[in-house]
């Protein structure tokens, strides 16, 4: 999300970007600046979603991979309990930071 706004001081900027902007820019904004910054965004969004599809993949391999040894299998979710642990620990402020990882059936 690209924020077009007056205002210019950064506790705006701040304020903005905390609110989920991606970029922040102030108007009248420059119409080459907006196209540019909007095209990054979304190549951005197409590169996150490729990501996320590829460690979907990656989780359901090692899980298939754990489950043929018996001393391996439910690995992932032992090592998940203290990661969402440590997660909370550092205060993550993403619910999606402490989520554990259940990939798809």
Do not use: Y
């Not at 996320?52 to 090592?79: C, M, Q, W, Y």
């Not at 998940?80 to 642990?85: E, G, I, K, V």
């Not at 205060?91 to 798809?104: A, E, N």
């Amino acid at each position: 999300m690209v924020l077009v706004t007056t205002l210019d001081d950064p506790e705006s900027m701040v304020k903005g970007i905390e609110a989920a902007a991606d970029d922040f820019l102030t108007r009248p904004p420059d119409k080459i600046r907006l196209l540019a910054r909007s095209r990054s965004l979304i190549g951005m969004r197409r590169a996150n979603r490729k990501l996320a599809n590829v460690e979907s993949v990656l989780f359901s391999l090692a899980k298939a991979i754990e489950a043929k040894d018996p001393n391996t299998e439910g690995h992932v979710e032992r090592v998940s309990s203290p990661a969402l642990s440590l997660g909370r620990w550092l205060k993550l402020s993403d619910p999606v930071d402490c989520q554990p990882f259940i990939p798809s059936q």
